[in-house]
């Protein structure tokens, strides 16, 4: 089994939302719950960069670029923190990853067409 299990992603016209969902199947609660919590994401040609952080208290950020669009939960109970998008742009496209130290999850693609 994989540590951390993502799932949401897909094809989306621009303005429209999708929902990412990453599960930290392998983790007990106590170790999941006071880990700081993220997603990153990779578009072709560039390197991979943060998109939202949520940390233990529940204080997030966000990259510029997405803030006000993207919302980072968690949901300790069923050890799964997720990304929901909201008014989805095109440049948005890249492969979406989790990161719950420390462990990734495989990555899941999102696309946004125009």
């Known amino acids: 089994q994989v540590p951390l299990v993502e799932s949401g992603g897909g094809l989306v016209q621009a303005g429209g939302s999708l929902r990412l969902s990453c599960r930290a199947q392998r983790m007990i609660l106590s170790t999941f719950s006071p880990k700081t919590k993220a997603w990153y994401r990779q578009a072709p040609g560039k390197e991979r960069e943060l998109v939202a952080r949520i940390d233990r208290d529940g204080t997030t950020n966000y990259v510029e670029t997405v803030r006000g669009r993207f919302t980072i939960s968690k949901d300790n109970s069923r050890k799964t923190i997720y990304l929901q998008m909201n008014s989805l742009k095109p440049e948005d496209t890249a492969v979406y990853y989790c990161?719950?130290?420390?462990?990734w999850g495989q990555g899941i693609q999102v696309t946004v067409s125009s």
């Open positions: 990161e719950i130290e420390p462990h």
